[in-house]
């Protein structure tokens, strides 16, 4: 059963081939992202900014949890998950020609469809924390906290794991259009999964034949059963783009 859908975007160079070749998805570290603020929003700023803005009912119980995070072992904590949590990102949304441009070398890349049982996630819960979609906002950590946290708060482990998990998947208004999903790790660095969980793989408008035919015997060299695909021009819209299958 397939409980998430997801696609990855991604040009065609030698580390998509090694990963390919080896059914591997790469968690970055904060420091390889694109975007400055990603994964760097400071948690007590975000938090101490929700107990401002706080009702009275809400504020004592939010200013406890900032006194048991600035505890020095709860910190340290905090710290240790922050230094070694990974991300590996995907979207929601195969025919965004946004996502083509930015992420899959100018539509001349791929986009990797892939589709995960909950069960890969109950199997590799000890390491992996989650999949979880991003929220953009201006605020989103400082929100979370003032709707979410006051009613589960519980100081250990399950607390410290939603928090990373947040903060890993917030980002701001602009970023909107990529629809993402991150799965969120917390070692950076390379995992295996299994190859069935690749479903499809679908080609960019521009997509050079000799990369096409470079792709199809990885595949068919490593023993995938997947679909192929190429996106199209769409005949419905101006600006559209569809798949079609190869």
Same mark, same amino acid.
């Given at each position: 059963?397939?409980?998430?859908?997801?696609?990855?975007?991604?040009?065609?160079?030698?580390?998509?081939?090694?990963?390919?070749?080896?059914?591997?998805?790469?968690?970055?570290?904060?420091?390889?992202?694109?975007?400055?603020?990603?994964?760097?929003?400071?948690?007590?700023?975000?938090?101490?900014?929700?107990?401002?803005?706080?009702?009275?009912?809400?504020?004592?119980?939010?200013?406890?949890?900032?006194?048991?995070?600035?505890?020095?072992?709860?910190?340290?904590?905090?710290?240790?998950?922050?230094?070694?949590?990974?991300?590996?990102?995907?979207?929601?949304?195969?025919?965004?020609?946004?996502?083509?441009?930015?992420?899959?070398?100018?539509?001349?890349?791929?986009?990797?469809?892939?589709?995960?049982?909950?069960? %890969?996630?109950?199997? /590799?819960? *000890?390491?992996?924390?989650?999949? @979880? $979609?991003?929220?953009? +906002?201006?605020?989103?950590?400082?929100?979370?906290?003032?709707?979410?946290?006051?009613?589960?708060?519980?100081?250990?482990?399950?607390?410290?794991?939603?928090?990373?998990?947040?903060?890993?998947?917030?980002?701001?208004?602009?970023?909107?259009?990529?629809?993402?999903?991150?799965?969120?790790?917390?070692?950076?660095?390379?995992?295996?999964?299994?190859?069935?969980?690749?479903?499809?793989?679908? %080609?960019?408008?521009? /997509?050079? *034949?000799?990369?096409?035919?470079? @792709? $199809?015997?990885?595949? +068919?060299?490593?023993?995938?059963?997947?679909?192929?695909?190429?996106?199209?021009?769409?005949?419905?819209?101006?600006?559209?783009?569809?798949?079609?299958?190869?």
């Amino acid at each position: 059963m397939i409980d998430y859908v997801i696609h990855k975007f991604r040009r065609i160079n030698e580390s998509f081939q090694k990963s390919l070749e080896n059914s591997e998805l790469y968690f970055a570290h904060p420091d390889q992202l694109n975007d400055p603020f990603d994964c760097r929003v400071d948690i007590l700023d975000s938090l101490d900014r929700a107990i401002r803005s706080a009702s009275a009912s809400k504020r004592d119980q939010l200013k406890g949890l900032c006194e048991w995070m600035n505890d020095s072992v709860n910190i340290n904590q905090l710290k240790s998950f922050i230094e070694n949590v990974g991300v590996c990102s995907f979207s929601l949304e195969l025919e965004n020609t946004l996502m083509w441009s930015h992420y899959a070398d100018n539509h001349r890349g791929v986009c990797l469809n892939y589709g995960f049982p909950k069960s %890969f996630f109950d199997d /590799t819960k *000890d390491e992996v924390l989650g999949i @979880v $979609k991003v929220d953009y +906002g201006l605020n989103p950590l400082s929100d979370w906290f003032l709707k979410e946290v006051f009613k589960k708060y519980i100081p250990c482990d399950n607390f410290i794991r939603s928090l990373i998990k947040k903060a890993f998947t917030v980002k701001a208004e602009l970023w909107q259009y990529e629809k993402e999903v991150r799965i969120v790790r917390k070692n950076a660095g390379i995992q295996t999964i299994d190859k069935q969980f690749l479903k499809q793989i679908c %080609f960019g408008l521009a /997509t050079p *034949d000799t990369d096409i035919a470079l @792709v $199809k015997n990885i595949i +068919g060299q490593g023993g995938y059963d997947i679909d192929l695909f190429k996106m199209t021009r769409s005949t419905s819209t101006d600006f559209g783009l569809e798949p079609l299958e190869l």
